[in-house]
C-alpha cells in the first residue's frame, strides 16, 4: 500500500508541471475562441496600442481600430471553421503560439506574440496569417 502511494504522489508531481503550465497559456484560449469563431472585434480587445499585423504578404505597424479592421476583411474573405493551437512558447513576460486556422476552405499558419504590459494583463504584439504551403 505504501509503494501504491509513492507512485501516486509521484505521478501527481510529474502531472502539477503540466498543468501549470496550461495555465501558464491561458490568455490564449479567448483569442483562440474569437479567431476561430472569426470576432475580429473581441479579438480587438487583446491588441495593444499598435501592433505588427501580417496578412498573407501584406505587413504593416497599425493601430488597434486598424488592425480590427484588416482582421474583419480578412474574416469576411476566408470565414473560420476551426483554430488549433500546435506550438507555444514563453520567455519571461513574452509568450507566443503558432496554430492552422481552417478557414475558407484553405488552411493558414497563423504566429500570435504577446507580453504582458502590466502584471500578468497580456496584449497581441504581433499577429501574422500566412497560407499554409506544404506540411512537414
Given at each position: ?23 501558464e497559456y491561458a490568455v490564449f ?70 496554430g492552422n486556422l481552417n478557414a ?33
Open positions: 500500500m505504501k509503494k501504491f502511494l509513492t507512485i501516486i504522489g509521484a505521478l501527481l508531481l510529474l502531472s502539477a508541471p503540466l498543468q501549470a503550465q496550461d495555465g484560449a479567448p483569442i483562440s475562441k474569437y479567431i476561430a469563431s472569426g470576432d475580429a472585434s473581441s479579438l480587438s480587445r487583446w491588441f495593444a496600442d499598435h501592433l505588427d499585423v501580417t496578412i498573407i504578404s501584406s505587413s504593416r505597424n497599425c493601430s488597434q481600430a486598424q488592425a480590427r479592421q484588416i482582421l474583419k476583411t480578412f474574416f469576411d474573405s476566408y470565414t473560420p471553421r476551426s483554430f488549433d493551437i500546435t506550438h507555444k512558447a514563453s520567455e519571461a513576460n513574452k509568450k507566443y503560439v503558432i475558407g476552405g484553405e488552411i493558414f499558419l497563423v504566429t500570435i506574440y504577446a507580453t504582458a504590459t502590466s502584471g500578468e494583463t497580456y496584449k497581441i504584439q504581433q499577429l501574422a496569417i500566412s497560407r499554409q504551403t506544404g506540411y512537414f
